[in-house]
């Protein structure tokens, strides 16, 4: 089935707002995984506006089940996950200033860049992925840098399916084959919800993971976190 990973980027940027510790990251991860998560996701960015680096060393004795640690592969970056050691990275183009990630990585442009980093964290045991549109020739590329994953972005998705989901999915489909016949494994995110989850699930069954922090969270002020978590995880039971 697949997992869910739940991104706290957006528990420290509410902590963020007022300083001091409320709510408390460490503990958003704990109760994550308590209430059924499959993993936790942190997505540090170089101003360190949501998770801080100091953060992540903070979460990782806690984590049970797979942590993912996504962001741009600046050298703190690359230093931070080879010190941490993740279950998986996750490499995002999103230059320094981006409110959230808004493409994937153009793979054949950076393809010597991606597959020297690629080799590194794979040395160090670290799983990889790479964020990519899709797009056929990107994912081909990728599997070239010899990753394990791609993450598929899933916002042009996200904003195709409340007008035509069939069309939306099209493409998705497609890299999903494309990534399943080169071998690569395969996850998906970016502006997901207990709206579109389901119909994505659907259509791609062999989805290894998403990864949803935005709609997530936003829902839990709601439903409260654990109903909300038991209720992105029922969308993905099928
Ligand atoms: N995957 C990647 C690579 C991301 O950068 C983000 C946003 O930080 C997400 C998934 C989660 O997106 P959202 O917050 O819209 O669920």
Redesign the pocket.
């Known amino acids: 089935m697949t997992k869910l990973s739940v ?1 706290i ?1 957006k528990i420290a940027t509410l902590r963020n707002a007022r300083g001091g510790n409320i709510p408390d990251v460490r503990l958003a991860a704990i109760n994550c995984q308590r209430f059924g998560a499959d993993g936790i ?1 942190v ?1 540090p960015r170089p101003d360190e506006r949501h998770i801080r680096y100091s953060d992540v060393y903070e979460i990782r004795p806690i984590i049970t089940t797979e942590f993912n640690i ?1 962001g741009y592969p600046s050298e703190k970056f690359i230093e931070l996950v080879l010190s941490v050691k993740p279950h998986q990275v ?1 490499l ?1 183009p ?1 230059p320094p200033g981006a409110i ?2 808004n493409a994937g990585w153009d793979t054949r442009t950076h393809y010597s860049y991606l597959k020297e980093i690629i080799a590194v964290f794979r040395g160090a045991g670290v799983r990889t992925s790479i ?1 990519v549109d899709p797009d056929q020739e990107m994912i081909e590329y990728a599997s070239l840098t010899a990753t394990d994953r791609i ?1 598929l972005y899933t916002e042009p998705y996200a904003r195709m399916f409340k007008t035509d989901p069939a069309k939306a999915i099209e493409p998705y489909i497609m890299a999903a084959e494309k990534a399943r016949e080169l071998g690569l494994g395969l996850n998906a ?4 919800n207990l709206k579109n989850l389901k119909f994505l699930s659907k259509n791609i069954p062999y989805l290894d993971e998403v ?6 969270i936003s829902d839990a002020i709601y439903y409260g976190l654990e109903n909300t978590i038991q209720m992105y995880k029922r969308q993905l039971a099928g």
Do not use: C, K, Q, R
Not at 189 to 192: E, N, P, T, V
Not at 211 to 216: D, E, N, T
């Open positions: 991104n980027n996701t997505h996504e996750t995002v999103d959230t990630s964020f993450e995110g970016h502006d997901l990864s949803i922090g935005h709609a997530l």
